[in-house]
């Protein structure tokens, strides 16, 4: 059976956290909210607890789990944090949506880590969830809320639609604040390598970092996650630039663009609007409850804008691709 218990990331009843806690040290699955996507959250030290989260989202077993922190003070106590040559800058970026790949100690569950020696480790920014991490006493395993293979959830809605009956506890605290998940590293040194972009973008990275590379689909140091079939809805979904995208939209009422507000201005008829192009935020933000939207939708298919690859929108981009089929002219459009 599976509960749900409203809170919120910031002004929370303390109370609400004690059934959380209990379950989680219980061995049990919890789904949390975090400012990228919700997680589906259990014990990272415990195979049995951790084995619960794949079971329920149908996930890979050779598809690690990113071990949630509710203090970086701990992440050493598990994880050979001190190894890590630019820790003290990569701290800085916590919490936030950051996932830092480092060498595991024997503590953290080999079923977490999907055999490998080592985990992805991270500092969520939600107040609640930290506060939920620090009183069970142990790193939370987690990966995104949704059955293997669909869009990350954003809402508890979502989740309810897929999850109820295969998680424990959820926890609603609304809708998530960036929307896409967070940006994957591995560091080396002074160099890293960007397994999966997220909302800390290459340039923050050179901030801290000599170089930047990206690690190439099929490569040796690929986020295992990534060669998966993700982020995509159900119904068929274009991309276009946005002179081919108007195009497309005045001569196909069957399909549903998804555009930005200032696309948007220019398409008469029905359209779900991101966001503001000077406000990228806005745009992740509704990326995935846009994905779900086209499939509960009377449309055949979808039309989505494509975006520069420049700053964050470079991972907003990565998104959209995994997701989308491309057109560059109106005769592709079958
Ligand atoms: P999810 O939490 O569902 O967004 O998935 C976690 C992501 O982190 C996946 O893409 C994993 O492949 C990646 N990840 C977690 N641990 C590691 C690791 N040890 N090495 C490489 N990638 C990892
Ligand atoms: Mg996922």
Known sequence: MTELIHTDCTNYDPKTLIHGVKILREGGTVVFPTETVYGIGADATSDSACFKIFEAKGRPADNPLIAHFGSIGDINRYCFWDMVEKRKELEMLWPGPLTVVVKKRDLISSVASAGLDTIGVRVPDCDFTRSLIQNAGFPVAG????????????????????????????????????????????????????????????????????????????????????????????????????????????N??????IVSTELGERINGNKLVLGKKSDPV??????????????????EAGIIESFEEKGYFFSIMNRIKKASIPITEMADFK
């Open 143 to 250: 990966p995104s809320a949704n059955i293997s293979g669909r869009p990350s959830a954003t809402s508890i809605l979502h989740i309810k639609e897929e999850m109820w009956g295969r998680v424990d506890l959820m926890y609603d605290a609304g809708r998530t604040r960036i929307g896409i998940e967070s940006t994957v590293i591995l560091p080396e040194g002074e160099n890293c390598t960007v397994l999966r972009p997220g909302a800390y973008t290459e340039e923050d990275l050179l901030r801290i970092f000599k170089t930047v590379s990206y690690a190439k689909v099929g490569g040796k140091t690929m986020s295992p996650g990534m060669k998966y079939r993700h982020y995509s809805p159900s119904k068929k979904l274009y991309r276009a630039d946005p002179e081919i995208l108007i195009k497309v939209a005045e």
């Open 252 to 257: 196909n009422p069957k399909v549903l663009p």
């Open 282 to 299: 806005s745009i992740s933000r509704n990326l995935y409850s846009f994905f779900r939207e086209l499939d509960g939708s009377p449309y």
